[in-house]
């Protein structure tokens, strides 16, 4: 939290199907459906969050991500944020209070990695689910599926990438944890953290801009990872890839402080550093983009 | 027990490089050498078994497992047995006391499918590795690598599926625990036990007689499982499958009474079987025989 | 299983309040009610189970166990047990099919340790709930609470051990899987197992006879125990001790074959040996009995 | 990270024998032994941590921390903290670098709790140890007894928490992410975060200023937990209570963001705040302090 943005707070995802989307985000990962609003979007968030929401669902023609909003530790910081993003020479647009529900007004701004992110300062804060600020129990009862924990982080795939590292390490803050490279040394992966997690958004070259991969959600531990990989199965969801350790990220410890070098993967070890058990990438892995 | 059997009590792999195989079974696995003999070969245990061995390894020009053997509860029962296999039709050779260092005799028989199988009652028992019998502490200091447990099945590939079965339940009292059947009830493969065990030994379907899929041994945990496939990327050891849950035999609370009907698996559901979380059949897994 | 007697089938327990008993067996361990009877008896069963049900609960003015059941391969094999245990001088008493809902005739006798137990061989079989025999799933959604897997063992307190012992081993054809000495060689604690489990039952030296301690249940994981304990705490359950180990019968690898000799303990070193992690005794522990 | 403060960087602990604390930190913990200076201190540092030591040990007549060290994430910033301590009445002391092997300079100061602590920014960055940062291994092989990852928090018994809490927050810039407090509202117990962390220092009312409780290592999940706690018993450490979850700082998720409002905890609940499991305090956490 070197420039005061804080996290990931909310995503924005375009479902096909709102029906099965939200049975998908429910009743699979176990989110919280917290509100709905007039333009038939849904609500959602992790039991820990104490804010409103941090996923947004909106029915659309095509599947894909309008918008990743990062949370920032005061409105004075958003202004100043805004000011050097216009200086950076980006497109800044001001999007009102109210128009996500519960949610202060917000920056958005579009990365040369062609995908659109916003700054925010203010929204709701019920506290976390199921459980007070007083005296709270370990965990609530009644959580389904997975009972993902909170919004982790954004992977996705578009252009730029030295360009959107400059914009995120200068402009927001942001250190660059992890990457991958070429035997030329150019950067074909980056994993960008504003806090002590080894990632909060994840950047993979690609010639198209604005591409999603995925929406990553926390889970506790390693067996709730098998019992994820469980009910995946069970509700003949497709997945990419059974339970494994990614090395990229999430190996050798998985925390990051500023004054962590990056660790650096060679791009011919790209298969141990995402799928560190079967060490072979995996097409469906690297194949479904929205 | 129905018969007398106890369980899977050896089995004896030929390797084509002795050294690389005890660095495997020893510094990866985790497996504790007991002895060596004349001819060369080495013994091997994991730290919870009482017995001297469970793991013969010998050096030789081609890889396979040259017999597995049963522990009886007596050697009353090894040769009621005996007789049972002469009236089913099976060829019995007698093996003498010490041709294994430290083991009592031994009743070879040839099964349908090929494989050589083993009886016998004594041992020399000289107990749990690194714990006593008196205040045992809850696991010994120094065990390596994946810290194995316990030899627990072979799964093996063979002919004959069917005769197979009719021995191992009439003469040596296992169960079918599991099978895999086709749409016209052919049944495909068939997991066996003679324990509280989801199976002692496994048998899949194949035209040829006598192969060798893998011989497995006991992990404690979920984590442990984690950590043994972090171990086999670090060595960089050839893996069929990332950690995962089989479907066959390992779901469902993992545990078989003489009570309890066969489990059974359409043999198009065989993907979801192995692997319960990619759904679909591995090309390594299903072709490295010896 | 060495004279036919398989597994702890039921345990029938007297509750002083029925309603609060079903909340905590239910709500709070994941039981399932299968079924209520005209005596206003409640059947329950873990998940896992394939029979009926495996815990009844009696409306009574005393806290205590009713009786212990071993379930038996075979009808045969109650009748010779019968046999065998009024020649060992038991008083037996025949309780006809269906007293209990969907349970065969029983042959009830007093062991000298003062407790009731029960020979049975027949129950109705319902099967694994919520999972078929065909291509199952690897658990049932729905499962409440600590998701009790099945009905593990009882904990008893009683007099003459080693008369109870001779009972267990010569006539049931039970061993003694761990014991606690005192220094003159007294057994005052004893852990018999008729299968490849720790124990079915276990006895601990009390003056007086037919004492009931607790009956425990298998949950799958030591994280599963992290939650079992965390709900403990949640629903304000009163609880012996945390998470911990047990030196007794579940270090050192947790599993018994027929030929494996007896672990035994110094008295003086019981602490350990029941709370592996703390290595005091409790009071609570030791003095809840009824 | 509001004012540039990282995390805990190191603690010196006066023990009263040397060779039996390094045998507790490096055998039994699985610290890592970097260096050794002329006075005969011992460094130490957990695996994942880069810098080249967190925890240094010396030999004293009396046991307990001399201070407690933050790194912080510029030199810059270590000059204004120290402006700003002075302001706030803080005597301050400035070390020179290289008093610790391999630290820059330090500047010390006295809390109103009576706790030495001190900032710094610059320390020897060796890494890793046992992972490089070009395409690392999930962790090392070799590491000993409990595989502690790294030097969490202290916990820390002493005077004027009113006055330390405003020193932390307005001076260093941390958070109060959790609380005790009696039914008249005086905070008893304060937990304060710089990170993501549900605690890096933690403060107990206490009339005498300057005692030390503990300090606290990082395990990576509950299963080492379990494993450190048989290591404890195995080498017949003291332990003040065994695996369990403290209510206060983790359960619900267990992280922090500046936004969060502090957890609070009525003292009456201190026990379950503590020791969630067992709900009553144990007189050995309480009282060993030095």
Redesign the interface.
């Known amino acids: 939290?070197?420039k005061g943005i804080?996290?990931p707070g909310h995503v924005q995802i375009r479902v096909l199907d709102l029906d099965e989307a939200i049975k998908h985000y429910v009743d699979l990962l176990g989110l919280i459906e917290t509100d709905r609003d007039a333009q038939g979007r849904v609500y959602l968030k992790g039991?820990?969050e104490?804010d409103k929401f941090s996923v947004v669902l909106r029915e659309a023609d095509t599947a894909g991500m309008d918008f990743m909003g990062f949370?920032c530790?005061s409105e004075d910081v958003v202004d100043a944020r805004r000011e050097e993003l216009l200086a950076f020479g980006c497109e800044v647009e001001n999007i009102p209070e109210g128009e996500l529900s519960g949610c202060g007004r917000r920056v958005r701004f579009t990365a040369p990695s062609g995908h659109a992110f916003e700054l925010f300062a203010t929204k709701e804060?019920p506290?976390?689910w199921g459980?007070g600020?007083?005296?709270?129990?370990?965990?609530p009862?009644g959580i389904k599926g997975m009972q993902a924990?909170?919004f982790d982080h954004c992977l996705l795939y578009g252009t730029n990438l030295d360009k959107t590292l400059d914009l995120f390490r200068d402009v927001l803050g942001f250190d660059l944890a992890e990457q991958v490279v070429t035997p030329d040394g150019t950067r074909v992966a980056q994993f960008l953290t504003a806090?002590?997690?080894a990632h909060d958004v994840a950047f993979i070259d690609h010639p198209e801009p604005g591409k999603f991969h995925h929406a990553s959600f926390f889970l506790e531990?390693?067996?709730s990872v098998?019992r994820a990989?469980?009910?995946?199965?069970?509700t003949d969801t497709s997945?990419d890839?059974?339970?494994?350790?990614h090395?990229l990220t999430?190996?050798?410890?998985d925390?990051h402080?500023?004054?962590?070098?990056?660790?650096?993967?060679?791009v011919d070890?790209l298969g141990?550093?995402i799928?560190?058990?079967?060490?072979v990438l995996n097409e469906r892995f690297l194949s479904v983009l929205t």
């Open positions: 939290m070197k804080m996290r039991w820990t104490v949370k530790i804060q506290g976390k459980v600020e007083k005296n709270p129990e370990a965990w009862r924990q909170r806090s002590m997690k531990t390693w067996e098998l990989a469980d009910l995946i199965s069970m997945i890839i059974g339970p494994t350790r090395g999430h190996g050798s410890g925390y402080y500023p004054d962590h070098p990056p660790v650096t993967w060679d070890q141990k550093a799928f560190y058990h079967d060490r």
